[in-house]
């Protein structure tokens, strides 16, 4: 009876881990704008001047720590497609999560089966599968150290969690979406100010591989300003309100909506980090799914998959949180719908993002509303 019980708990497992499997490979012959554009391109240069000649220069608007795995890429080239070794980074980076996620919602339950059943939830997320597999996109890395801090916060463990972040951070500018996030546990007395110093050189030595190969450190600092002004456009098929502002709006949307947007986060942060309530693991993780969804939500400049940390967060959530099993729906619909334009070349309909931002809108409402009960003892925390 034991072992009839255990199969009818491990087989959907394992045919959850099966199906993401394979449709990952499925999705691998798949080759995009963005991998023809950008990721080849850097695959070739490196291939073609060698990777520490490849590493001293600045041929690409990526910092280096993703250059580095992209190096060790291209020691597949004797037996790998250059696209299939390209998607394998993000790939693996979905299996290290898939473990990260299993270990954040072992912290709330520590026997049974939904650690095991987050996990392969995880893995099966459409939003994941399509962003690493089939877009070749790296935003499975800096969410990794994200994901990794959020477990160090929960045990506890700030001085870890800082560290991840910085990680976090030296990978993609969009680890910042979780720095309200921080701010608040500043606050709250949970990160000492002085783990915060740590940030600069922890960034300086995650890209100090590129600047012993040659690189000058003024590059390497100054990459995510260069990003900034790949795209002059309020927002790049974001489920935001700045989609609807104007090619010759967009200055004005940026004079605007940053400002705005770090008021409102300072005032956020300022509420929470200020109120009196219990620092819970279930308030922290939804706290930390508000500064993920929140902050993209507000900023003009974003791009469409920039809700992915949002995604996979409130997924965590909703084991943390009873009665929160909608978002991780939403925001796989959110995030879909503004991958599709881009994706499929649907530019004669655009309404899809219009619908993702409504419905993020909605959610952001509903989030904003929950953690305020939560934090005046209205709901379980």
């Not at 590059?219 to 098929?237: I, K, P, R, W």
């Amino acid at each position: 009876m034991k072992s009839q019980k255990q199969f009818f708990i491990i087989f959907p497992l394992f045919v959850l881990f099966a199906t993401g499997l394979a449709l990952r490979i499925l999705f691998l012959p798949a080759n995009t704008i963005d991998m023809k554009v950008f990721n080849l391109k850097w695959y070739d240069y490196i291939v073609s001047h060698g990777i520490i000649h490849a590493l001293g220069d600045d041929f690409t608007n990526y910092t280096p720590p993703y250059l580095y795995l992209l190096s060790i890429a291209t020691l597949t080239k004797s037996f790998l497609p250059k696209l299939t070794a390209t998607k394998l980074i993000p790939i693996t980076f979905d299996l290290v999560n898939t473990f990260l996620v299993y270990q954040t919602i072992k912290i709330k339950f520590n026997n049974g089966f939904k650690p095991a059943l987050g996990a392969a939830l995880f893995w099966v997320l459409p939003t994941g599968m399509v962003n690493g597999s089939l877009w070749g996109q790296a935003d499975a890395l800096y969410t990794c150290f994200i994901l990794l801090c959020i477990l160090f916060f929960l045990k506890n463990r700030s001085l870890e969690a800082v560290i991840a972040f910085a990680i976090a951070l030296s990978i993609k500018a969009q680890a910042v979406f979780v720095l309200p996030f921080l701010a608040i546990l500043f606050f709250r007395k949970r990160i000492p100010w002085q783990y915060f110093l740590l940030i600069p050189p922890v960034y300086i030595l995650m890209m100090l591989p590129s600047i012993l190969a040659g690189r000058s450190i003024a590059s390497v600092l100054l990459v995510y300003a260069t990003q900034g002004e790949t795209f002059a456009s309020a927002s790049m098929n974001a489920a935001n309100f700045y989609f609807f502002v104007g090619q010759p709006h967009y200055k004005t949307a940026l004079l605007i909506g940053i400002p705005l947007a770090a008021l409102l986060l300072l005032i956020w942060v300022l509420v929470y980090g200020r109120k009196t309530y219990a620092l819970t693991p279930n308030i922290l993780v939804f706290t930390a799914l508000v500064s993920a969804a929140l902050t993209p939500f507000l900023l003009p400049k974003m791009h469409d998959r920039y809700f992915y940390p949002a995604d996979i967060f409130s997924l965590i959530a909703a084991f943390f949180v009873p009665g929160t099993w909608l978002l991780p729906i939403s925001y796989q619909v959110i995030s879909l719908l503004s991958y599709l334009p881009y994706l499929f070349k649907m530019r004669g309909q655009m309404g899809f993002v219009p619908a993702a931002a409504w419905i993020n809108f909605l959610t952001i409402c509903f989030l904003l509303r929950k953690q305020w009960r939560m934090a005046s003892g209205k709901e379980n925390q």
